[in-house]
């Protein structure tokens, strides 16, 4: 069977089937939580950051990053909230988005 390779700068996950199971933190998503949603419209990444550390110390090897939120600047927003979490975690990230 063929493995999957999902990188950082510095980690690496395989996924296969032969493979332990991937855990991936999914928190960083203004989708359900209007609170998320206001603060990263607001350039407030205080929740995303807080979310981001707590996933990875729980035992998460992939965050998936998300920052679809109604009438805001989605891509400028998800940059943003990729660089902050690539600058405090060193799990793959996976970018997710509609756009």
Do not use: H, Y
Request: charged fraction near 20%.
């Amino acid at each position: 069977m063929t493995d999957t390779i999902i990188s950082s700068a510095t980690k690496e996950v395989a996924i296969g089937f032969d493979r332990p199971f991937a855990v991936i933190g999914e928190r960083i998503n203004p989708t359900g939580r209007k609170l998320l949603a206001e603060e990263m419209k607001n350039g407030d990444f205080s929740r995303v950051e807080a979310d981001a550390l707590a996933q990875v110390a729980a035992g998460a090897t992939i965050l998936d990053v998300n920052a679809g939120i109604p009438l805001a600047d989605e891509p400028a927003i998800l940059a943003q909230t990729i660089q902050l979490v690539q600058s405090l975690v060193d799990v793959p990230l996976c970018i997710d988005s509609s756009i």
